[in-house]
């Protein structure tokens, strides 16, 4: 087992938590059940996804964790997009919060490389 709080891709990924709640308060209300919860609920999946494979007990376990991890990493930057093109967020909002999912996506990426070829050695 990991202890997932020490994982600099978890850290991250709960400061992006943070901002997604800040960012969508500003967001009307009638996106509440649209934009809005669907933000939140896939950001907060990233950091939780860590924790559980964290706690699992092999390597290959905890890779399939991230790999749920990062695809809603992938979400949430499709759904910012999205939240742009409808005049929801600024284009340097955009900028600002693609480039930290950019970085929490590579690390994730290279923290599966590492455990893949942990496991098969």
């Not at 600099?8 to 009638?30: A, C, G, H, M, N």
């Not at 559980?52 to 809603?72: C, H, I, P, V």
């Not at 992938?74 to 919060?97: A, G, M, P, R, W």
């Amino acid at each position: 087992m990991h202890n997932f709080k020490e994982l600099k891709v978890w850290q991250l990924s709960r400061q992006l938590v943070k901002e997604i709640y800040e960012l969508t308060v500003d967001f009307p209300s009638s996106e509440k059940y649209g934009l809005i919860s669907q933000l939140r609920r896939c950001t907060v999946s990233i950091p939780t996804n860590i924790a559980e494979g964290a706690g699992r007990n092999t390597d290959k376990d905890f890779a399939q964790f991230l790999n749920m991890s990062l695809g809603s990493a992938y979400e949430l930057e499709t759904l910012l997009i999205l939240s742009f093109d409808v005049n929801l967020i600024t284009q340097e909002q955009l900028d600002f919060l693609t480039n930290r999912i950019s970085e929490i996506q590579k690390m994730t990426f290279g923290l599966i490389k590492t455990l893949r070829q942990e496991s098969y050695v």
